[in-house]
């Protein structure tokens, strides 16, 4: 397998102080699975071309690995693609041959590692599990100017059709770092697999080498699934964490925007009838499970706990530091036992597919769809309704017709600094018969807080039941 990157940055053998390989020589480094070659088949001032050959030996890839027990499996463990295409292989030979060029370390051009140049990279044979439209939603979201050619099954017999395999080039004014960080990173996820184990270990791996980018980009949950190898418990701990981490300051942010919200709505007393009604709720329909889904401090915790209806409360969110707070408002440690054994706490991500949300009578997401993009909303609705799918779902949010009443509210400015949007009456009621028609749900809408001719109340609320 082969990678090539060329530079036309002047003078443009500097990138070989960058990479830590010089351009007068063939360098060859050992690994776990045969041998990794670097070489300069153009080493001009005015453009340089590095290339790195993987030269895979396939005995060493099953050696001391067990067969599947039978001649299909044990053939193909010798009768496969891997010598040939680009995948967590070369991800492996790029940290171990390009290393100081992924950290950006040079002692003798620091300065032109933290600079953008010109850079090409190109892979002759890419497996891509999505095809092109896939790839492309991989790297131009980072920058990168995408040319890929689908190849054929084989030349010789075109009616056959075209592979899973591309060439790719991707080019940009980059820092050669984030481009190695890149194709570390994305290569497997293209390949949608990984030839060693993926473990916990693999989770700070993604984090330490998607800093600064992953979080924000758009195909991140496809992402951080295939780099995992689609193991559940990884994925979603990966996910919490990122979600958590985009906010460079979360604690202090979340905390100010949470206090200038609950300033906006103390004077109607607003969080004590929410929490009011949606307990009304709750015990009306004979809930005993309960899940708060973004249960932030813990004040609906608070309240279920009050009630001895409420055998089972699991409190989730994706802020360590909300859990953190509600723990200690909830006084968890000094719990009498039995009083501790009917409440539960863990980080999660509402966007992603979790079975810990599963088999409980009711679940509740209260003031938390307005903090989503509306892009991952569809997310949510399939992770609550389709996969969880409870009896019972009670959501509400702010009702933006409202928000006149509020003389310091300047026009067009939501109640809280992180809400994505803020929905009208029609707007919300619109989008929940949609999920309930979708999901096979009914649906009834309630206010809560005193109402206002033509505005409505301050909050809206569903309740989905099937």
């Given at each position: ?16 102080y ?12 050992p ?7 670097v ?16 030269d895979i030996?396939p005995?060493?890839l099953v ?7 039978t001649?299909?499996g ?17 991800s ?8 100081s ?9 620091p ?32 920058g ?24 790719v ?26 030839h060693?184990?993926?473990g ?9 080498r ?18 995992l ?36 709505e ?86 992603y597919?979790?079975?810990r949300?599963e ?7 209260i003031?938390?769809?307005?903090h989503?993009e509306?892009s ?14 409870p ?5 509400t949010?702010?009702?933006?017709e ?46 809560i807080?005193?109402?206002?001719s ?13």
């Open positions: 397998m082969l990678l090539t990157i060329t530079t036309t940055h002047r003078p443009a053998t500097d990138i070989g960058l990479l830590g390989k010089n351009p007068n020589r063939l360098q060859s480094f690994v776990a699975v045969g041998q990794v070659h070489f300069y088949p153009v080493a001009r001032e005015d453009e340089c071309t590095v290339a790195l050959l993987m030996d005995v060493a050696r001391g690995r067990r067969g599947s027990g001649d299909a044990l053939l193909g463990q010798y009768v496969n693609d891997r010598p040939y295409v680009a995948s967590s292989f070369l492996v030979a790029i940290a171990s041959v390009f290393g060029g992924m950290k950006g370390y040079t002692k003798d051009r300065e032109l590692a933290d600079t953008p140049i010109p850079l090409t990279a190109r892979i002759p044979t890419v497996p891509c599990r999505g095809g092109e439209s896939f790839l492309r939603k991989l790297f131009e979201p980072l990168y100017r995408v040319e890929c050619r689908q190849l054929p099954l084989d030349d010789r017999f075109p009616e056959w059709g075209e592979s899973s395999y591309f060439s080039t991707i080019s940009a004014n980059s820092r050669l770092k984030d481009l190695l960080t890149h194709l570390y990173v994305l290569l497997p996820v293209l390949d949608n697999d990984k060693y184990w993926v916990p270990d693999e989770i700070q791996k993604l984090l330490d998607g800093a600064g980018w992953l979080e924000k980009h758009p195909e991140r949950e496809q992402i951080v699934s295939r780099y190898k689609r193991r559940g418990y990884l994925v979603r701990e990966a996910l919490a964490r990122l979600v958590a981490d985009e906010d460079a300051e979360p604690e202090e942010t979340e905390e100010t925007r949470g206090n200038e919200e609950q300033a906006l103390a004077p109607l007393s607003l969080n004590e009838q929410r929490m009011g009604a949606v307990l009304s709720v709750l015990k009306d329909v004979g809930a005993k499970r309960v899940i708060d889904l973004g249960c932030g401090e813990g004040r609906l915790l608070q309240s279920l706990l009050k009630e001895k209806a409420f055998q089972r409360i699991v409190g989730v969110d994706v802020s360590l530091r909300a859990l953190e707070i509600a723990k200690t408002r909830l006084d968890i440690e000094r719990m009498p036992e039995t009083q501790r054994n009917r409440i539960e706490l863990f980080q999660g991500a509402l966007t597919r979790d079975k949300f088999d409980f009578d009711a679940a509740c997401a003031e938390v769809i307005e989503l509306l991952r909303l569809t997310a949510f609705e399939r992770v609550v309704f389709e996969y969880a799918h009896p019972i779902v009670v959501i949010t702010p009702d933006a409202y928000n006149a009443v509020f003389t310091t509210l300047p026009a067009g400015q939501f109640r809280h600094g992180d809400h994505r949007f803020e929905w009208t009456r029609p707007e919300f009621e619109q989008w929940s018969r949609n999920v309930a028609e979708r999901f096979g749900y009914s649906v009834r809408f309630l206010g807080g005193d109402e206002v033509s505005l409505g109340t301050p909050t809206q609320m569903a309740v989905f039941s099937r």
